[in-house]
């Protein structure tokens, strides 16, 4: 049974950080693309950072560019998002996924973690 599960979202200030995990299971995590998505109330949900699986390449929505970094530890099967200066609008659920590199029909969600930036 295939299963990713969050953990670290919170209450911080303007300014503050916070880091996120996302342990994987199920599933051959090196050879998935790692994502983090984030939707906050009354938006879409976007693509806030991805990593892929083989050359581990990067890529990052511009608003968070400078601030959040992306890594990935494929021993442990784990997915982090580092975010420092938070700004109130990075308030959102964030939810990790993974998609194949091989087999776009694999594509797994995790249950979110809430970030909420205020003071």
């Known amino acids: 049974q295939v299963q990713l599960v969050e953990s670290g979202g919170g209450l911080v200030q303007p300014g503050g950080s916070l880091r996120l995990s996302c342990v994987g299971s199920?599933?051959?995590?090196?050879?998935?693309?790692m994502s983090w998505y984030r939707q906050a109330p009354g938006k879409e949900r976007e693509l806030v950072a991805s990593i892929t699986s083989i050359r581990g390449s990067i890529n990052y929505v511009d608003s968070v560019k400078g601030r959040f970094t992306i890594s990935r530890d494929n021993a442990k099967s784990t997915v982090y998002l580092q975010m420092n200066s938070l700004k109130p609008e990075d308030t959102a659920v964030y939810y990790c996924n993974a998609l194949s590199e091989y087999n776009g029909n694999r594509n797994y969600w995790g249950q979110g973690t809430q970030v909420t930036v205020s003071s």
């Open positions: 199920g599933f051959t995590f090196s050879t998935y693309v």
